[in-house]
């Protein structure tokens, strides 16, 4: 009997050796040979997948996203929130790989209407998630009411990106310790604590 094929794990493979090519050589000198190299198959078995070039390089891109998306939207993500934005630093080789792909496709978005759109949804994505994190711990009694969740889970990405992209292009200078310190210096304040309410004894 010839061998069962799991297509959808079969796309993830080649999304993943793209990740790979783009975080090595940028977007610009990605070849469809050299994801093909890098996924162990053929050009052929590539365009079977993918229409072209541009849709191999958004799978790449989608898998990132995904990846953080999955973080967010976990049961065992980390209940503190600096903490869980940790896991987005690009502290080792994947999550720096990752980071080179999102940045390369900043510049791709400039100068196209239709790649600025799934960026923004992605975005979308990431503040909403954050957001309904932020609504649910201030539901619990353990952030300040008065944090406005949408506004923040967009100050949260915005910082985030800001200097994670510094830590991407200056890696010598920004090693773990100091990239953790910088993003509990960024963050903390930007999530209070609610505030204990005193007993009418007390």
Not at 67 to 87: H, Y
Not at 168 to 195: D, F, Y
Request: proline residues 5%; aromatic residues 6%.
């Amino acid at each position: 009997m010839p061998k069962k094929i799991d297509h959808d794990q079969r796309r993830r493979d080649i999304a993943r050796a793209a990740i790979s090519v783009i975080g090595e050589q940028g977007i610009d000198k990605t070849r469809l040979v050299d994801v093909a190299r890098a996924a162990n198959a053929t050009t052929g078995t590539i365009t079977h997948y993918f229409e072209d070039k541009d849709a191999v390089l958004l799978a790449a891109l989608d898998h990132v996203a995904q990846n953080i998306l999955f973080m967010l939207r976990s049961p065992d993500r980390p209940d503190d929130l600096v903490e869980l934005a940790s896991l987005i630093l690009p502290l080792d080789e994947d999550s720096l790989r990752d980071w080179r792909v999102w940045m390369s496709f900043f510049g791709r978005a400039v100068g196209d209407p239709a790649l600025a759109r799934i960026n923004k949804a992605y975005y979308d994505e990431f503040r909403d998630g954050l957001a309904a994190i932020i609504r649910r711990q201030q539901a619990e009694g353990r952030l300040s009411p008065g944090i406005d969740p949408a506004m923040t889970g967009d100050a949260i990405i915005s910082i985030i990106d800001g200097f994670c992209i510094r830590a991407t292009l200056e890696r010598e200078e920004w090693p773990e310790h100091r990239q953790k310190a910088q993003l509990e210096a960024m963050l903390r304040p930007l999530l209070p604590k609610a505030e204990k309410r005193r007993s009418k004894g007390g």
